[in-house]
């Protein structure tokens, strides 16, 4: 787990009036249009679902405004498309796009950024599931149609404990964020406050406030201990650990 990144995926799901898509027939494939402007994970996105049978790529687009024209005017079932953070932006984005065509969209983010607390208020925005990029792309397929088969069923998220998720709900103080996760995988690997400062580009005051903060909330008074209940938490694992490849960078 590495959640590293500012910007999240959105996959859009229409359902069909009367009976959703179980009234789909074989002949009338899922329309999907892509939009990302990671040019590379699009077109790899469009490999997978062209060969996935029931799915067919209508457009491609590398931005969000695009996006928006192009559904109004393709009105594709599904549209795969980018939404940056902060949520403040991503409600924005999301509103735009829930409006650009009747009925209402479902929505499926695909994304890096694991931050439960940041997932809980995607799905309160209206998201119908939330997988996270290391997902294989069964799981991608599997969501969609589960956002589209059964739009009544509860949220689903692919690819991240359910208790980091109850806790993000319940308001635990006891969920980590990313920067402090990505700041206790670094003191995991032995590095010191000055050399992680160093290599996230923050002060190092900065860094000593983000360890107390994660010391508080797990319950922990050193970095052995943090470092031991993060593993066995699953939160980050051995081999994170032991590959110095990214702090080197």
Same mark, same amino acid.
Do not use: C
């Given at each position: ?27 009338? /494939? @899922? ?7 990671h ?22 687009? +590398? ?12 009105k /594709? ?16 984005n ?8 009747? /009925?209402?969209?479902? @929505? ?5 950024i $694991? ?35 059964? /739009? ?40 010191? +406050? ?6 996230l580009?923050?002060? $190092? ?45």
């Amino acid at each position: 787990m590495n959640p590293l990144t500012n910007g999240v995926t959105v996959l859009v799901a229409h359902v069909y009036h009367g009976g959703g898509m179980q009234g789909r027939r074989e002949a009338n /494939p @899922i329309r999907v249009l892509l939009a990302d402007d990671h040019k590379m994970f699009r077109e790899g996105i469009a490999g997978i679902l062209a060969n996935y049978a029931g799915m067919q790529v209508v457009g491609q687009t +590398n931005n969000d405004e695009g996006a928006v024209e192009m559904a109004r005017r393709l009105k /594709p079932d599904v549209v795969l498309m980018q939404v940056q953070m902060p949520i403040p932006r991503a409600r924005e984005n999301l509103r735009i796009m829930r409006e650009a065509s009747d /009925p209402a969209p479902k @929505i499926v983010v695909v994304t890096m950024i $694991e931050d439960p607390r940041d997932v809980k208020e995607l799905m309160d925005l209206g998201v119908s599931a939330y997988v996270v990029k290391s997902a294989s792309a069964e799981h991608l397929i599997a969501a969609v149609r589960a956002a589209i088969l059964d /739009p009544k069923s509860k949220n689903v998220v692919v690819g991240m404990p359910l208790g980091m998720l109850e806790e993000a709900d319940e308001g635990s103080g006891g969920v980590l964020s990313a920067r402090e996760l990505e700041i206790l995988l670094l003191a995991a690997r032995g590095m010191g +406050n000055r050399q992680i400062a160093k290599a996230l580009h923050l002060a $190092e005051g900065t860094v000593k406030r983000h360890l107390a903060n994660t010391y508080k909330k797990m319950d922990v008074r050193s970095r052995g201990e943090a470092t031991r209940m993060a593993l066995f938490e699953d939160w980050i694992t051995i081999q994170e650990v032991t590959d110095e490849s990214d702090a080197a960078r």
